[in-house]
């Protein structure tokens, strides 16, 4: 008698992958072409368009950071030796030291900005420090109604940059898994999305994306990341009729215990696929799982939800 093993177990009974897969120093570059791409035709083209801006913006200031990292290495390796984000978001937001890269990338937009986009920056550029770090603070707690939603995409970008820049910084070959399934072992934050990778080593396996800094997280196919459920897990599309089934590029693996979904790019059927490029611009499926009573955990900070 056989026995047919499920994607995840046959993961689990492989030999161990590789537990990280970090972001390119060109990721923001990366993310602007694809976010470029995607807004031709699209309904949301000007927003697609305005956040590929400041993904321009935010590889300048990767490439030529305002600060250096803000974790003393002795700090960050107590951090990993007892399983903890050493880049942990909700301290690290308080202390600060993110503000300058909002600063500087304030520094690189335009002052004679009109319209929605003008009247945003005026706001941010008109506010002092403390008034900023509150903003990031309850962005990064999920309190979007803390924050004015045409801010998040401006304070979103800045602490991307700034998180993405000390994750590539860290050792970070040393991390271990956090303590649940879809949040960050760099900097504890939640997972964005998940994208199954399609070449060489991380060929086939899941890795979730932090919505924060980028990094890359293996986590076996096949198992709700919030419940760790793997029973009578649907995958969602809004481009069944354009896809043979079970290929669309993009599709959220929808939990019916704890009534949640996590959206996931298949690299095997679009290998440009790019984790925030791609959930912005399936927007849509957001709006169809809503309404059958299907709740989305995984922030986007460059978009401020709907009620």
Known sequence: MSTILEPGQIEASAVMPPFLHLPPGDLFALRAQRLEHLAEGHALADYL?????????????VDNPP?????????????????LPPLAADSLVREGPWLVWLQALLAHLSSEATGALGEALRAL?????????????????????????????????????????????????????????????????PAMAGVVRNRGKHNGLRYLACSLCACEWHVVRVKCVY??????????????????????????????????????????????????????????????????????LAPNLMLAPGS
């Open 125 to 189: 550029r008109a506010s002092d420090q403390g008034q900023r770090k509150g903003w990031g603070i309850a962005l990064l707690a999920g309190q979007y109604d803390a924050v004015p939603a045409a801010l998040v995409p401006f304070l979103g970008a800045a602490l991307q940059a700034a998180w993405s820049s000390w994750l590539l910084a860290l050792p970070a070959t040393e991390l271990k898994p956090a303590g649940s399934l879809a949040q960050c072992p760099a900097c504890g934050s």
């Open 227 to 296: 419940c760790e459920s793997s029973k009578d897990l649907r995958y969602s599309s809004l481009e069944d009729d354009r896809h043979a089934p079970g290929k669309a590029p993009l599709r959220a693996e929808c939990c019916p215990g704890c009534q949640s979904y996590l959206k996931q790019s298949y690299l095997e059927n679009d290998a440009a696929a790019e984790p925030l490029a791609d959930d912005l611009a399936s927007l849509a499926l957001d709006i169809r799982l809503d309404e059958e009573g299907l709740h989305r």
């Open 49 to 61: 368009r305005l956040v590929a801006q400041l993904c321009r913006v935010q590889q300048l200031l």
């Open 67 to 83: 600060a250096g990292l803000p974790v003393a290495e002795a700090r960050q390796r107590l951090c990993i030796s007892h399983g």
